[in-house]
């Protein structure tokens, strides 16, 4: 019941929060700065998926998020198929290609699991890099546009490139959100966070342990995909930087700093790495030390990431 | 057949780099079940302190002397200002803590040191070693032998003294380890002090063949943490081969089969060995009884 | 005010390129302000280091053009960044001056966009040229994986045929690495290889020529002009380095150029000035942004006006402008508007440049 | 018939024979023992039996068919049911939670289902929900269900895991010391349960160090010792089999199992 | 020996030992008996320093140990086997009783760890294997065979008896018997109770983080109340 009452809640502060930002933008610019902040945001709710609910590391997901910008780049340039619709040919192959690598890499547990998926995400942008006939090599690919802004546009709504992918990033994370939510309170979810607490006591219930790690990789890896078609759709083109090692734990230190078992500390995590460097610009020459600073910061104050610490400081308050 | 000789002359050099890198993360490890991240930036800070402390006239030795316990000291400090005080955080949490220290010692450095690439001089000179129509660069030997030299220091350590149990008693159960009168706190500090001196050491080592920059670290700590993992995290004999192990695979990759995909072949064989022997070559896998 | 937007790669993996790029347009709007600015407009500049990211290059274009409302931008120090602006540029109509090597780029012409470096397929042909007057025609390549080794390699592959120049072993190495003699080991055994290519930047053919020494090669080797600076001496050490031939700009030899070279006050000026201000060389890369934000001054005067339109419209016009980089002519059906000439080829001698041609 | 059929069982780590052939069987409705000394082999028997080790020798059949070697979910599935003697709690999660991971089986559907929250999950969810609140009330945890779980003491764990075993709706349950951490009086109530369970007709598999308790309510017990079973029969044959005492009991024990007799 | 005077300690916000008094003279062995989750694991955890104190004082021989951290008591004498055991699983079990006695070097360790044997066969057949791979009784004995390599002056004992067999809990009795022969103190906290009190020389009851009954053990055997909670039919 209270559980139910907090998804509604939850959902409800994000989208108000999504529609209302735009009335106090001053430039098309913060439309931009949003519309990343919901992409990344995407991709880590999938992350608090895979490491908060069923606690299992990736240092690779950049690479799913890589294989849904590249099919939206490759599939229209070589297959002829809509941006679209290349996205949710981005996702099934993200989807089968976790299901596939999943099985042997999801027995291997801590670190050894962290450099497996970190090998796998090599491969991936090393892939993308290397084979410069179809994917441009490292200087990256246009990508097509997807066509919808001239379709509103004959329907009598003009809306600029950045306000739209405002609203289709708004959009995409408000459903990433609600379904990772139901999932956290469901059976399944149940089961992920079981076998987080103890592998043994899972199986002894009936989990099928091996079954339900497989789900949480392959549901984050389908999240990291469609955020990294969404990104290369709404830049133009993408770079193998997308599927980079550095991408990885950019994801990682977000879903960790937001808070790794929260929907809405996903977003917090994703809307501070994201708006940190933009505020930095300030001091360039000091921004790596900030930003360094500021994830150690947190991370002392608030071991648990920002959301439940906060929540949990509020809460202490109020008995 | 001197083609041979030669790739396995630039594996074991490259991997005696990894290994010297791989065997910086064994001791705060084994304290504390926490890969540090900002390992790699030890190594960095060994080599531009002895590159500008040289520079500014200081005789090599010292130059690297002062630079090991200047990165210890940096070690100790890491520990101290935010590994200690997150000390009940989740591993996670740790991890993220040293991403964002190696995040900042890389941003001080930039803005301490400067943004250029330098080197060191050859501790034996230039002059390549000939054998059997191969060659080998006489620092390539300084390398290999310091790693060996660190490989044994730890493993003695681990091994044999009462401090290196009380290690790998802290991290296997710091409250149990508390109750039989280990000072945990010190044993942090001294892994810390002694993981970033190993780092510096291998920096000064290395500077010579790798060159070295402000942004060195983080290649350097994801080659020396597959290394380490390949060998089986923890373990210095893991370190050591995984290391080797590491460099020669790149370098057998990039002389028979292609240049362009030998990271990439090295990582497959990772994950083929992990999957048959998912604790790395040498890891244990931990006993735990329900 | 004149306002000027810049993003580069001042930091990143890319900071070889952007770090100078960023002191040399810093150092420049400060000196044309303090001369007065232009037309006794001063220029507001805004800088952004995109860290090399694409993804975060195009954040800054977006910003500088929606939210710094500049008029024009200078930047993309990458081929990847310079993409990931350009649409911007183009959509909003901004004239923006890229600093990064690849052809594409202004091929086919874009409206807005402009680029001072010449193109790497240029570097290319430069080199091909000086090697078959020395009559090598098989050669053997070893490149960077990074963008500006990949796209080198990727040129250099496409005009060898029409240069008459067989590629014969064509290796690579990550940026990181730190030992290449597999790859050189493999090269040296290749049969009929006359002389080494290894186009890249940073570290690596730093390490590319000490190996190259210590395996006791005995052909030439040439670097690329990624590599065209002091400090690439100073890395490899004078001994390593001797001989090896590469494409420069006129930058790198200031002190070489005959009094009356056309480029002999622009180059020993900024050189000068540069220096004076960062205790460092400029290096070509430098170079690129001093030419582009001299270029964009020299338009906007001409243009007399800060309207993005009419300064676009004036650098298209702009014709025979000294930078340090070259000579340019822009026209409507070039926005590169240098020509082979404005590459000279080099040599390392007695740990010092030598100019050949 | 038997619900458990034990045949030769058998294990050894590194050299040393845990279990050597050991067999037995169990009947619905039954409460068959296990005990012996420390370390031997009692454990490491229910591990092989609810597929936690994969035996080295011998056969498990439940219910007629083979489940040698069967991973633990699927025997789950098959109505087998267990607790840890080195507690495995869900730590992080509710009281509540754990008893409802219990009833995973009951309440698992697709994951889709899960994913976009439709009626049928619902349903199934709401439902495990409530007999979860009533299996806590049976073990005196309804006040703690909202605690998360790593808070409670130890012997509120021991009963907590009960509570989760029982919520699979086990045809057979293994209990491992479930007594241990609990004080005389508090082992009566375990007593209590454990005979409400057998007489509604489950099959109950115990080990447990309390003399009392075992004599008490045990239908049948099997002693091992070193991995070998040295003794099995009724409370009364057992408590005065002189290997049995020798090895296990010592005299004091027999004496008050006597009594209890 | 020990004092605790109005102990206070909490979980988060939540207090669990709400002003405990309690006393243990040198030589006794005293026991504290109550109900599952009453407080007894987290007032041992408060004396030897794992679990921190919110109100009250302890002082151990006259000193207090307000400012002693847990490592720095055993050095005073203080040394606990705790709930839950608490081995050190990856390491051998003769590391473990090594890292027990690991204030000591001299010659007597190598002979408490032959006391240990002797008292524990099973552990020194054992001894070159990982702990974590012991029996859970094996570990239990570990447990308090690793405190006594400490040469506590007081021993703190968390159920020493839970998970051992009948022969070896009336062992463990014995040994803690002949502990205060060798003028050792022990805090014992038992469920089994009988068997605690019957070796005590004084007892406290327990209950919801306050003590509510003490006295000397052969009175506390005897009371009714007792019977009735704590020691069954
Ligand atoms: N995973 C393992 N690795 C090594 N030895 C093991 C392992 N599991 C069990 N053993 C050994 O097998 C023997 C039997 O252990 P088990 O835990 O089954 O004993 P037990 O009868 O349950 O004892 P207790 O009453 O103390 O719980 C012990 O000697 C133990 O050390
Ligand atoms: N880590 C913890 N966090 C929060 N509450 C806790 C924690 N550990 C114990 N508690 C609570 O403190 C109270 C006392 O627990 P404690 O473990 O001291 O009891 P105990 O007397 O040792 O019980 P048992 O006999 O079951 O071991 C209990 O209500 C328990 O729920
Ligand atoms: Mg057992
Ligand atoms: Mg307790």
């Known amino acids: 019941m209270t559980a139910a009452r907090g998804k509604w809640l939850q959902l409800a502060v994000l989208a108000i929060v999504i529609a209302a930002l735009p009335l106090i933008f001053p430039s098309g610019y913060y439309y931009r700065v949003g519309a990343l902040i919901?992409?990344?945001?995407?991709?880590?709710?999938?992350?608090?998926?895979?490491?908060?609910?069923?606690?299992?590391?990736?240092?690779?997901?950049?690479?799913?998020?890589?294989?849904?910008?590249?099919?939206?780049a490759l599939a229209p340039a070589h297959l002829g198929l809509h941006p679209g619709l290349a996205l949710?040919?981005?996702?099934?192959?993200?989807?089968?290609?976790?299901?596939?690598?999943?099985?042997?890499?999801?027995?291997?547990?801590?670190?050894?699991?962290?450099?497996?998926?970190?090998?796998?995400?090599?491969?991936?942008?090393?892939?993308?890099?290397?084979?410069?006939?179809?994917?441009?090599?490292?200087?990256?690919?246009?990508?097509?546009?997807?066509?919808?802004?001239?379709?509103?546009?004959?329907?009598?709504?003009?809306?600029?490139?950045?306000?739209?992918?405002?609203?289709?990033?708004?959009?995409?994370?408000?459903?990433?959100a609600w379904m990772a939510l139901n999932l956290l309170d469901s059976p399944t979810g149940r089961a992920m966070r079981a076998l987080h607490g103890s592998e043994v006591a899972a199986s002894t219930v009936g989990i099928d342990v091996a079954r339900q790690?497989?789900?949480?990789?392959?549901?984050?890896?389908?999240?990291?995909?469609?955020?990294?078609?969404?990104?290369?759709?709404?830049?133009?083109f993408v770079t193998p930087d997308i599927a980079g090692f550095m991408h990885s734990i950019e994801m990682v230190t977000m879903a960790v700093l937001g808070g790794v078992g929260s929907v809405i500390g996903a977003v917090l995590g994703a809307a501070i790495l994201t708006l940190l460097p933009q505020v930095l610009t300030v001091f360039a020459e000091y921004e790596q030390l900030v930003l360094g600073a500021v994830m150690i910061i947190v991370m002392i104050f608030m071991p648990q990431g920002l959301l439940p610490s906060i929540m949990r400081r509020i809460r202490g308050r109020g008995e | 057949m001197d083609a041979l000789l030669q790739f396995i002359f630039s594996g074991m050099t490259v991997g005696a780099v990894y290994a010297l890198v791989a065997l910086g993360f064994t001791i705060i490890y084994n304290a504390s079940d926490v890969v540090n991240f900002a390992q790699g930036e030890f190594v960095m800070l060994g080599g531009m302190i002895t590159v500008f402390a040289h520079q500014a006239g200081m005789p090599l030795p010292l130059a690297a002397a002062m630079a090991v316990v200047a990165a210890a000291g940096g070690g100790v400090a890491l520990n101290r200002l935010a590994i200690e005080p997150a000390r009940s955080a989740p591993v996670v949490s740790l991890i993220i803590i040293t991403i964002g220290a190696s995040i900042l010692i890389r941003g001080a450095a930039r803005l301490i040191f400067d943004k250029q690439l330098h080197r060191l001089p050859s501790f034996s000179g230039d002059t390549p070693i000939r054998i059997m129509g191969a060659t080998i660069l006489p620092q390539s030997l300084w390398v290999m032998g310091g790693a060996v030299a660190v490989f044994i220091g730890l493993w003695l350590f681990f091994s044999r003294t009462l401090t290196g149990k009380a290690v790998l008693a802290t991290a296997n159960?710091?409250?149990?380890?508390?109750?039989?009168?280990?000072?945990?706190?010190?044993?942090?500090?001294?892994?810390?002090?002694?993981?970033?001196?190993?780092?510096?050491?291998?920096?000064?080592?290395?500077?010579?063949?790798?060159?070295?920059?402000?942004?060195?670290?983080?290649?350097?700590?994801?080659?020396?943490?597959?290394?380490?993992?390949?060998?089986?995290?923890?373990?210095?004999?893991?370190?050591?081969l995984g290391g080797i192990l590491l460099g020669l695979l790149e370098s057998m990759t990039a002389g028979y089969l292609s240049s362009q995909y030998k990271d990439a072949v090295a990582f497959i064989v990772i994950l083929a060995v992990l999957f048959v022997m998912p604790q790395g070559i040498f890891g244990k896998k931990p006993v735990e009884r329900v | 005010e004149i306002r000027l937007g810049a993003s580069v790669s001042a930091t990143g993996p890319a900071a070889f390129l952007g770090d100078p790029e960023a002191k040399t347009i810093e150092m420049m709007v400060e000196e044309i302000n303090a001369g007065g600015g232009i037309d006794g407009e001063e220029i507001v500049?805004?800088?952004?280091?995109?860290?090399?990211?694409?993804?975060?290059?195009?954040?800054?274009?977006?910003?500088?053009?929606?939210?710094?409302?500049?008029?024009?931008?200078?930047?993309?120090?990458?081929?990847?960044?310079?993409?990931?602006?350009?649409?911007?540029?183009?959509?909003?109509?901004?004239?923006?001056?890229?600093?990064?090597?690849?052809?594409?780029?202004?091929?086919p012409v874009r409206e807005y966009v402009f680029k001072t470096p010449h193109t790497d397929r240029m570097a290319c042909e430069k080199i091909f040229t000086d090697m078959k007057a020395q009559d090598i025609t098989k050669i053997g390549m070893i490149s960077g994986t990074d963008g500006f080794g990949a796209s080198m390699q990727a040129e250099c592959k496409e005009v060898a045929g029409d240069q008459g120049i067989e590629i014969l072993a064509d290796e690579t190495y990550g940026p990181q690495d730190a030992d290449m003699t597999p790859q050189l080991t493999r090269i040296r055994d290749t049969e009929g290889v006359q002389a080494v290519l290894n186009p890249g930047f940073g570290q690596g053919p730093a390490i590319v020529t000490r190996n190259y020494a210590q395996l006791g090669f005995e052909i030439p080797m040439y670097q690329s002009h990624g590599v065209a600076s002091n400090a690439f001496i100073e890395l490899t050490g004078k001994d390593a380095a001797e001989g090896i031939r590469l494409p420069g700009t006129a930058l790198l030899i200031g002190d070489l150029l005959a009094e009356d070279d056309p480029q002999y006050k622009v180059v020993t000026e900024y050189t000068a000035a540069y220096q004076a201000k960062y205790n460092e060389e400029p290096s070509t890369f430098a170079g690129y942004a001093h030419d582009a934000v001299a270029l964009l001054a020299d338009a906007i005067a001409r243009a007399g006006s800060t309207e993005p339109d009419a300064i676009r419209d004036a650098l298209e016009e702009t014709s025979g402008f000294v930078g340090t980089t070259g000579t340019y002519s822009f026209t409507p059906e070039d926005h590169l508007g240098l020509d082979l000439s404005a590459f000279r080829m080099l040599e390392i001698a007695d740990g010092g440049w030598k100019q050949l041609d | 018939m038997s619900l458990l059929e034990i045949n030769g069982l058998g294990?050894?780590?590194?050299?040393?024979?845990?279990?050597?052939?050991?067999?037995?069987?169990?009947?619905?409705?039954?409460?068959?023992?296990?005990?012996?000394?420390?370390?031997?082999?009692?454990?490491?028997?229910?591990?092989?039996?609810?597929?936690?080790?994969?035996?080295?020798?011998?056969?498990?059949?439940?219910?007629?068919?083979?489940?040698?070697?069967?991973?633990?979910?699927?025997?789950?599935?098959?109505?087998?049911?267990?607790?840890?003697?080195?507690?495995?709690?869900?730590?992080?999660?509710?009281?509540?939670?754990?008893?409802?991971?219990?009833?995973?089986?009951?309440?698992?559907?697709?994951?889709i289902a899960d994913l976009l929250s439709l009626p049928g999950m619902r349903r199934r969810a709401a439902n495990a929900r409530d007999e979860a609140g009533k299996l806590l009330a049976r073990v005196r945890l309804d006040r703690e269900q909202g605690q998360k779980a790593g808070n409670l003491s130890y012997g509120a764990l021991k009963r907590l895991e009960i509570a989760r075993a029982l919520a699979l709706n086990p045809r057979i349950l293994l209990l491992d010391e479930p007594a241990a951490g609990c004080n005389a009086v508090e082992t009566e109530e375990i007593d209590r349960l454990i005979a409400e369970l057998a007489a509604s007709g489950i099959a109950i598999l115990l080990v447990e160090h309390d003399m009392k308790l075992v004599m008490r309510i045990s239908n049948h017990i099997v002693v091992l010792d070193h991995g070998e079973k040295i003794a099995e029969g009724d409370p009364a044959t057992v408590s005065r089999d002189p290997q049995v005492i020798a090895a296990y009991l010592g005299r004091e024990e027999t004496e008050a199992a006597d009594a209890d007799g | 020996m020990l004092t605790v005077e109005g102990l206070r300690s909490r979980y988060g916000r939540i207090e669990v030992l709400h002003g405990v008094n309690l006393q243990v003279?040198?030589?006794?062995?005293?026991?504290?008996?109550?109900?599952?989750?009453?407080?007894?694991?987290?007032?041992?955890?408060?004396?030897?320093?794992?679990?921190?104190?919110?109100?009250?004082?302890?002082?151990?021989?006259?000193?207090?140990?307000?400012?002693?951290?847990?490592?720095?008591?055993?050095?005073?004498?203080?040394?606990?086997?705790?709930?839950?055991?608490?081995?050190?699983?990856?390491l051998t079990v003769e590391e473990n009783l090594r890292l027990g006695a690991f204030l000591y070097t001299d010659d007597r360790v190598a002979q408490d760890m032959g006391d240990a044997f002797a008292m524990f066969p099973v552990l020194k057949e054992k001894r070159n294997l990982p702990a974590g791979g012991l029996s859970g009784g094996?570990?239990?004995?570990?447990?308090?065979?690793?405190?006594?390599?400490?040469?506590?002056?007081?021993?703190?004992?968390?159920?020493?008896?839970?998970?051992?067999?009948?022969?070896?809990?009336?062992?463990?009795?014995?040994?803690?018997?002949?502990?205060?022969?060798?003028?050792?103190?022990?805090?014992?906290?038992?469920?089994?109770?009988y068997g605690a009190l019957k070796i005590a020389d004084r007892g406290y009851v327990m209950e919801t983080g306050r003590i509510t009954i003490a006295g000397p053990a052969g009175d506390l055997i005897t009371d009714p109340r007792i019977r009735e909670a704590y020691l069954g039919t």
């Not at chain 1, 490491?51 to 590249?70: C, E, K, P, R, V």
């Not at chain 1, 001239?150 to 950045?162: F, K």
């Not at chain 4, 024979?17 to 420390?38: C, L, M, Q």
């Open chain 4, 11 to 111: 294990i050894s780590f590194g050299g040393l024979k845990a279990v050597n052939d050991v067999s037995f069987s169990v009947k619905p409705g039954e409460i068959v023992s296990v005990i012996g000394p420390n370390g031997a082999g009692k454990t490491t028997l229910f591990n092989m039996i609810s597929g936690i080790y994969l035996p080295g020798r011998g056969s498990v059949r439940l219910n007629g068919t083979d489940v040698t070697g069967i991973a633990p979910h699927k025997l789950a599935e098959m109505g087998l049911s267990r607790t840890f003697q080195n507690l495995q709690i869900f730590q992080e999660m509710s009281v509540l939670d754990n008893v409802l991971a219990g009833f995973h089986l009951q309440e698992r559907g697709s994951v």
């Open chain 5, 138 to 193: 094996q570990q239990q004995m570990l447990a308090i065979a690793r405190a006594l390599m400490g040469r506590p002056s007081c021993l703190l004992l968390d159920e020493p008896s839970m998970g051992l067999a009948p022969l070896l809990v009336a062992q463990i009795f014995e040994v803690v018997t002949s502990l205060r022969d060798r003028q050792v103190t022990v805090l014992l906290v038992e469920q089994n109770a």
């Open chain 2, 173 to 240: 159960n710091r409250i149990a380890a508390q109750l039989v009168g280990i000072n945990t706190r010190w044993i942090m500090t001294l892994s810390f002090g002694l993981s970033a001196a190993i780092g510096a050491l291998a920096g000064v080592l290395v500077t010579p063949i790798t060159l070295v920059s402000y942004d060195v670290g983080v290649a350097l700590a994801l080659k020396g943490f597959a290394a380490a993992m390949l060998g089986g995290m923890g373990n210095p004999r893991g370190a050591l």
């Open chain 5, 25 to 90: 003279k040198p030589g006794e062995i005293v026991t504290v008996v109550g109900a599952n989750g009453a407080g007894k694991t987290t007032l041992l955890k408060c004396l030897s320093g794992t679990q921190p104190v919110s109100g009250g004082s302890i002082s151990f021989r006259g000193q207090s140990l307000a400012s002693v951290p847990a490592h720095g008591r055993l050095k005073l004498g203080l040394a606990q086997s705790p709930e839950g055991r608490q081995i050190f699983s990856n």
């Open chain 3, 45 to 107: 500049l805004t800088l952004y280091d995109d860290g090399g990211d694409p993804n975060k290059a195009r954040t800054f274009a977006t910003r500088l053009i929606e939210d710094d409302e500049v008029v024009a931008i200078i930047g993309g120090s990458t081929t990847g960044t310079t993409i990931s602006i350009l649409d911007m540029a183009e959509d909003e109509g901004i004239p923006f001056i890229s600093l990064a090597g690849a052809i594409s780029i202004v091929d």
């Open chain 1, 213 to 236: 790690k497989l789900r949480a990789f392959v549901i984050s890896a389908v999240y990291a995909s469609v955020a990294g078609s969404l990104l290369a759709l709404q830049n133009g």
């Open chain 1, 38 to 72: 919901f992409v990344n945001a995407l991709s880590v709710v999938g992350l608090v998926i895979l490491i908060g609910l069923a606690g299992q590391i990736s240092l690779g997901h950049a690479g799913f998020a890589g294989i849904g910008a590249y099919a939206c």
């Open chain 1, 88 to 176: 949710v040919l981005g996702a099934v192959v993200s989807g089968l290609l976790a299901l596939l690598i999943g099985r042997p890499i999801l027995r291997l547990k801590g670190y050894y699991l962290a450099v497996a998926t970190l090998g796998f995400g090599i491969l991936v942008s090393m892939v993308l890099t290397n084979e410069r006939a179809l994917t441009g090599g490292p200087d990256g690919m246009a990508v097509e546009d997807i066509g919808l802004r001239p379709l509103l546009r004959d329907l009598g709504w003009r809306i600029s490139g950045g306000e739209f992918w405002y609203g289709i990033s708004g959009i995409a994370l408000l459903i990433g």
